[in-house]
T-cell receptor
Framework: AQSVTQLDSHVSVSEGTPVLLRCNYS??????LFWYVQHPNKGLQLLLK??????LVKGINGFEAEFKKSETSFHLTKPSAHMSDAAEYFC???????????FGQGTELSVKP | NAGVTQTPKFQVLKTGQSMTLQCAQD?????MSWYRQDPGMGLRLIHY???????DQGEVPNGYNVSRSTTEDFPLRLLSAAPSQTSVYFC??????????????FGDGTRLSIL
């Protein structure tokens, strides 16, 4: 069965330190992978997407993610956290062949001054 | 530049009441969808539409109805509200299929409490 697992429900970092949010997935096809960010009382906003081109994907606000097929992972990183990065982050897998759209459970990122 | 607009932002209902959550988009997207967000469960697809007059069920369709009479609007109806439907509801639109590589554009949500 297709699934998405975000390995941490909550991550806390200090401002200026690196961010790593982990996502593993399973898929029977060649999926598209997304990271979305959700600020309080707001809808989800696209950070970046992978669609079988370059395995290292750059997104907005300095975020990037690397698709590793052998590890079935799509981890999100940022070299230096900013206070405005505090939000909830969702890893999402879509499969057009299987007609599937699956959201991870979300990772809440806290940034300490 | 409105994007996807959801109304109302907040609503409290009593069990058994009905209501319609409104969703409108101004990007001329063919594809629209409804989700519910519950703590620790991410978003789950309720219903979606691939164009005016065409809708289909998602992962959790029971208790909800939809219709799509225009490209712009995609209302979600709760026919007889139940406490289990207390949630945050999001509407989204996209240029391509929700199962494709096209990103979705989300509204800011409707927070619904059912007593």
């Amino acid at each position: 069965a297709q699934s998405v697992t975000q390995l941490d429900s909550h991550v806390s970092v200090s401002e200026g330190t690196p961010v790593l949010l982990r996502c593993n997935y399973s898929s029977s096809y060649s999926p598209s992978l997304f990271w979305y960010v959700q600020h309080p009382n707001k809808g989800l906003q696209l950070l970046l997407k992978y669609t079988s081109a370059a395995t290292l994907v750059k997104g907005i606000n300095g975020f990037e993610a690397e698709f590793k097929k052998s590890e079935t992972s799509f981890h999100l990183t940022k070299p230096s956290a900013h206070m405005s990065d505090a939000a909830e982050y969702f890893c999402v897998v879509s499969e057009i062949e299987g007609g599937k759209l699956i959201f991870g459970q979300g990772t809440e990122l806290s940034v300490k001054p | 530049n409105a994007g996807v607009t959801q109304t109302p932002k907040f609503q409290v209902l009593k069990t058994g009441q009905s209501m319609t959550l409104q969703c409108a988009q101004d990007m001329n997207h063919e594809y629209m969808s409804w989700y519910r967000q519950d703590p620790g469960m991410g978003l789950r697809l309720i219903h979606y539409s691939v164009g005016a007059g065409i809708t289909d069920q998602g992962e959790v369709p029971n208790g909800y109805n939809v219709s799509r009479s225009t490209t712009e609007d995609f209302p979600l109806r709760l026919l007889s509200a139940a406490p289990s439907q207390t949630s945050v509801y999001f509407c989204a639109s996209s240029q391509g299929s929700i199962f494709s590589n096209q990103p979705q554009h989300f509204g800011d949500g409707t927070r619904l409490s059912i007593l």
